[in-house]
């Protein structure tokens, strides 16, 4: 893949911090548009500090005049955009927040990118991509036996959350047929590993098992999820920004259904050995009131990226969740920076009214 200069948008969160890392180690220049909200952190980039590969702006994508500025300066080959409020609780409590970032920031954005493209010369014109990072929820819930998610698959959205992800799609879909830009989206499933920030099962369950709090687990702890390792997503957001197709949508997923429950017993198991102390673990699990409109099931058939793209993921449930465990496990100082404050207060406010 030839070096590119890429606008990030979100680039300070988990997923956006992992793929600067992944991009800048490939030998592409990053600028990071990051508005630093409760999950941005920047400590995930400490490493590219003094990196010229590298340039953070704090700021918003409802920031158009910001935006312009950044394209016009930068002249980037692409944009990948990550920036939006992704957790479906806080978007049962606040949606207002998700519709003006994952709606309205993709709106600016795509207009700012139109403005760029259409002043470029013909061939840069048609080399540069917008690159959508979206989710499998768009989709709505599967039952146990359906097949999984496709590309073509009618959008059911069932939380705001997935809601406002799913107008940002077919926003970008929209910019293409009716404006020519060349836009390519991925839908990916839940993404776990290094960087995640803790209101999210996996580092939750973590955090809360090495301090001997409970592990709350939503209903009966049957939801399905397909576990996606983030450094495997990185891995097909670079593969589909070089080789994708304008106007295609490539689904991302990591191969690996599990049950919740499944998860955090899993989880346990590998604590009881590598965190002896409070073993067993599995004696935290505590279940609590499930959240309103809590999907059964996802799961994500990627075989149009692997097939037509050549991608599929390196890692296996059982060898990325015990990277992640050790991660967190070597990484308690980023994880205890962070577990304070505005995150203490939403823990405390989603899951005291659940017990």
């Known amino acids: 893949m030839r070096s590119r200069v890429l606008l990030v948008t979100g680039g300070a969160g988990f997923i956006g911090s992992n793929f600067i890392l992944e991009a800048v180690r490939r030998g592409h220049a990053v600028v990071n548009l990051d508005a630093l909200t409760y999950a941005g952190n920047m400590d995930n980039l400490a490493s590219l500090h ?8 704090h700021g918003s994508i409802l920031d158009s005049a910001l935006i312009a500025r950044l394209l016009d300066e930068h002249r ?14 806080r ?5 207002a927040a998700f519709v003006d970032t994952n709606i309205i920031g993709t709106f600016t954005l795509l207009e700012a990118a139109l403005k760029h493209a259409r002043s470029l010369a013909e061939d840069d014109r048609k080399t540069f991509r917008f690159l959508h990072v979206s989710t499998d ?6 039952s146990p036996d359906e097949a999984a998610f496709h590309e073509e698959t009618p959008y059911r959205p069932n939380s705001p959350y997935s809601a406002s992800k799913a107008a940002s799609d077919h926003l970008v879909r929209a910019y293409f047929h009716t404006y020519g830009l060349q836009v390519v989206t991925t839908n990916c499933s839940n993404n776990y590993g290094p960087y995640q920030f803790p209101e999210k099962l996996i580092p939750l369950m973590i955090h809360n098992a090495i301090n001997g709090k409970s592990l709350p687990v939503y209903g009966d702890g049957q939801n399905v999820r397909d576990w996606l390792y983030v450094t495997d997503h990185c891995d ?62 996802y799961a994500i058939d990627c075989r149009k990226l692997q097939s037509s793209l050549g991608w599929s993921p390196k890692e296996s449930f059982e060898t990325g969740i015990r990277k992640t465990v050790q991660w967190y496990l070597d990484n308690a100082v980023w994880v205890e920076k962070i577990v304070s404050g505005e995150y203490r207060e939403w823990i405390t406010g989603n899951y005291a009214s659940r017990a």
């Open 236 to 297: 097909a957001i670079l593969t589909v920004l070089e080789d994708g197709t304008p106007g295609e949508t490539y689904n991302v997923g990591g191969l690996n259904e599990q049950k919740n429950l499944d998860v955090v017993k899993i989880l346990c198991t590998i604590l009881d050995e590598l965190h002896a102390e409070g073993a067993p673990h599995d004696r935290l699990i505590t279940y609590v009131k499930d959240r309103p409109g809590h999907d059964r099931r």
């Open 50 to 57: 003094g990196n010229s590969a590298h340039t953070f702006v």
């Open 76 to 89: 980037p080959d692409a944009i990948v955009h990550f920036a939006a409020e992704s957790h479906v609780d």
């Open 91 to 95: 978007s049962i409590l606040g949606p």
């Open 137 to 142: 929820e768009v989709y709505g819930s599967l």
